[in-house]
């Protein structure tokens, strides 16, 4: 097992993946941390079996910045209860760094937007 640290952080922090405009995303959520102002806005599309694709945009710290780009990632390919099933303490592990409390809400700001924007994919299934 790796030892906790941030080399994993600072490389989706500076090559984050699947940061963009999505052409046509099937649902889209942003959201701000009140408390520093770091925004992040997930944008989705569907696969039959739940989320096809996931990019993002944000204006945020290194925490937040890789764990959406990383979620990006976790999610293509997942259904949305898995989405919805996603912890802070999932991402902290998949980013094997040790994130100290005062620090968490930079993990679950993406991780709210993201499941809001997944929310979004399950409420167009209802709506059929
Ligand atoms: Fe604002 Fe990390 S310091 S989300």
Same mark, same amino acid.
């Given at each position: 097992?790796?030892?906790?640290?941030?080399?994993?952080?600072?490389?989706?922090?500076?090559?984050?993946?699947?940061?963009?405009?999505?052409?046509?995303?099937?649902?889209?959520?942003? $959201?701000?941390?009140?408390?520093?102002?770091?925004?992040?806005?997930?944008?989705?599309?569907?696969?039959?079996?739940?989320?096809?694709?996931?990019?993002?945009?944000? $204006?945020?710290?290194?925490?937040?910045?890789?764990?959406?780009?990383?979620?990006?990632?976790?999610?293509?390919?997942?259904?949305?209860?898995?989405?919805?099933?996603?912890?802070?303490?999932?991402?902290?592990?998949?980013?094997?760094?040790?994130?100290?409390?005062?620090?968490?809400?930079?993990?679950?700001?993406?991780?709210?937007?993201?499941? $809001?924007?997944?929310?979004?994919?399950?409420?167009?299934?209802?709506?059929?």
């Amino acid at each position: 097992m790796t030892e906790p640290g941030w080399t994993l952080v600072l490389e989706h922090f500076q090559h984050p993946r699947n940061m963009g405009c999505m052409e046509s995303p099937d649902a889209v959520s942003e $959201d701000v941390n009140e408390l520093c102002g770091d925004r992040i806005r997930f944008q989705l599309s569907r696969s039959p079996h739940g989320v096809g694709t996931a990019m993002f945009l944000g $204006d945020g710290c290194a925490i937040s910045i890789a764990t959406a780009s990383i979620l990006t990632e976790k999610v293509t390919g997942l259904g949305l209860d898995e989405v919805a099933r996603i912890s802070i303490d999932d991402v902290i592990e998949d980013l094997v760094a040790d994130v100290k409390s005062g620090r968490r809400q930079c993990v679950g700001l993406p991780i709210k937007v993201l499941q $809001d924007a997944a929310h979004k994919l399950v409420a167009m299934d209802i709506g059929k």
